[in-house]
């Protein structure tokens, strides 16, 4: 955890002594960096861990380790405010860096803090392969227990999305899982082998529900659908994992926060470098959604988690908050909007204006000279693109920040999980928006 610091970053105490020159030469090497070629395209986004879990629109580890490796020393303090998957946390970390991250979401909390626990594959597979065991005893010889364990886990509205979704003979594997999980696995073992659990129900394709397009987080139900078996996805997902499980047991060591990345509770100029990657304008993808497929099983009940879920950025909970006047780019795409929209043109008032809260806790925390990197992509909102990026840019200059360079990447749309398709006739709203994402770099 970063300790109070209020002193400048090293290169500021050179400014003055050098005539500025450090800080020139920092914002170039920024700039150039930022006009780089960022797509990443043919690497491996799923070594060291990354892709363990699903998660939508992550972006590739090579973005981050790019910009860790250009713009930070060991040992500086490397934060994500909203770190989702949690892919600049574990590259800073893997890179020596004190890597910060906050989120909201329970499900991004666990997948990052399993990534993180670097257990030891042999260890894991031989608990893992006992909790398949274990479970599989338990169905045919437990049966009424495990149907009393299932009532006593859920209340009733939880009980009635589980019923929902998830058919009777995957119900009973899932919560024989979770018995043998509990009695198998202390400490790291169980949060891996919950974030495995995770896995077999939020999946690409097929899964263990009746949703389809569940790693989309656009779930629809399929009734004539065959799920899977979740003793078996499980064993499957297991394998999976501890293949690109990496070498050595000891932990990476990383601060983890259930904060919001409004308020991070860090102290101020604390921080080194911030790479980050927000929601997108219109709140396309909906995690929650998905995420509460696999928390229901993890003991979060669904009023818990529609709370969570009315506290993201830009959700229309947040229709009564009174926002300050935004930056005029904002303001004109806003009045545009509004011509075509007013509802539309409200959930975009909120969400820049919560960014605004949110960049300007990036502001804060961060010491002078160092550079923040935002990665996001625009939206298309009733035929207007909304061009997010410059919004963003914006709103950092009016916190404070120095705007050095808004770059862009291409996206790899084989690979990349958004909720996009192939074919078909006339463009959907999320393929006329999704095919580029932008860079914005900022410094203090």
């Known amino acids: 955890m970063p300790g109070h610091n209020d002193s400048t970053h090293p290169a500021d105490s050179m400014n003055v002594a050098n005539g500025g020159c450090p800080r020139s030469r920092r914002l170039g090497e920024f700039?150039?960096?930022?006009?780089?070629?960022?797509?990443?395209?043919?690497?491996?986004?799923?070594?060291?861990?990354?892709?363990?879990?699903?998660?939508?629109?992550?972006?590739?580890?090579?973005?981050?380790?790019?910009?860790?490796?250009?713009?930070?020393?060991?040992?500086?303090?490397?934060?994500?405010?909203?770190?989702g998957s949690g892919t600049t946390v574990l590259e800073a970390a893997r890179l020596g860096r004190r890597a910060v991250g906050c989120d909201i979401d329970p499900l991004a909390r666990l997948i990052t803090e399993a990534k993180l626990g670097r257990v030891a594959p042999s260890e894991a597979l031989r608990?893992?392969?006992?909790?398949?065991?274990?479970?599989?005893?338990?169905?045919?010889e437990r049966p009424a227990a495990l149907q009393a364990a299932l009532t006593q886990r859920l209340d009733g509205k939880t009980r009635a999305f589980v019923d929902y979704w998830f058919r009777?003979?995957?119900?009973?594997?899932?919560?024989?899982?979770?018995?043998?999980?509990?009695?198998?696995?202390?400490?790291?073992?169980?949060?891996?082998?919950?974030?495995v659990f995770s896995s077999t129900i939020i999946a690409k394709s097929g899964g263990v529900s009746l949703a389809r397009d569940l790693a989309h987080t656009r779930p629809h139900r399929v009734l004539g659908k065959e799920p899977k078996s979740a003793l078996e996805e499980f064993a499957k997902k297991l394998k999976s994992a501890l293949a690109n499980a990496g070498d050595g047991v000891?932990?990476?060591?990383?601060?983890?926060?259930?904060?919001?990345?409004?308020?991070?509770?860090?102290?101020?100029?604390?921080?080194?470098?911030?790479?980050?990657?927000?929601?997108?304008?219109?709140?396309?993808?909906?995690?929650?959604?998905?995420?509460?497929?696999?928390?229901?099983?993890?003991?979060w009940k669904i009023s818990d988690l529609t709370d969570i879920r009315a506290r993201y950025l830009g959700h229309e909970a947040a229709a009564t908050r009174v926002f300050n006047p935004l930056p005029t780019p904002c303001e004109n795409?806003?009045?545009?909007?509004?011509?075509?929209?007013?509802?539309?043109?409200?959930?975009?008032?909120?969400?820049?204006?919560?960014?605004?809260?949110?960049?300007?806790?990036?502001?804060?925390?961060?010491?002078?000279?160092?550079?923040?990197?935002?990665?996001?992509?625009?939206?298309?909102?009733?035929?207007?693109?909304?061009?997010?990026?410059?919004?963003?840019?914006?709103?950092?200059?009016?916190?404070?920040?120095?705007?050095?360079?808004?770059?862009?990447?291409?996206?790899?749309?084989?690979?990349?999980?958004?909720?996009?398709?192939?074919?078909?006739?006339?463009?959907?709203?999320?393929?006329?928006?999704?095919?580029?994402?932008?860079?914005?770099?900022?410094?203090k």
């Open 250 to 299: 000891a932990p990476i060591e990383a601060d983890i926060r259930a904060k919001s990345a409004e308020d991070t509770g860090l102290p101020c100029c604390s921080v080194d470098l911030i790479v980050t990657s927000p929601p997108y304008a219109n709140n396309a993808i909906d995690y929650m959604r998905a995420h509460k497929f696999s928390l229901v099983w993890l003991g």
């Open 333 to 443: 795409t806003i009045a545009r909007l509004r011509h075509v929209d007013r509802k539309k043109a409200a959930a975009l008032r909120r969400y820049f204006g919560e960014m605004t809260s949110v960049i300007g806790e990036m502001h804060r925390v961060m010491k002078r000279g160092c550079c923040a990197v935002i990665v996001v992509g625009t939206s298309n909102l009733r035929g207007i693109d909304v061009e997010t990026q410059r919004g963003l840019a914006a709103i950092g200059e009016s916190v404070g920040f120095e705007l050095v360079h808004i770059g862009s990447r291409r996206l790899d749309r084989d690979k990349r999980m958004l909720p996009a398709r192939w074919g078909g006739g006339r463009a959907t709203q999320i393929e006329k928006r999704m095919h580029e994402e932008h860079v914005i770099g900022l410094m």
């Open 127 to 140: 608990v893992g392969n006992t909790v398949v065991e274990q479970a599989r005893c338990r169905i045919h």
């Open 168 to 195: 009777p003979e995957q119900q009973l594997e899932l919560v024989a899982l979770l018995d043998a999980i509990e009695s198998c696995a202390p400490g790291r073992l169980r949060m891996f082998m919950e974030m």
């Open 31 to 83: 700039r150039e960096a930022l006009r780089a070629d960022l797509d990443f395209h043919g690497a491996n986004g799923k070594h060291s861990r990354h892709g363990w879990h699903p998660f939508p629109a992550k972006f590739p580890p090579q973005l981050p380790q790019f910009f860790i490796e250009r713009l930070s020393r060991p040992g500086d303090v490397v934060l994500d405010p909203m770190f």
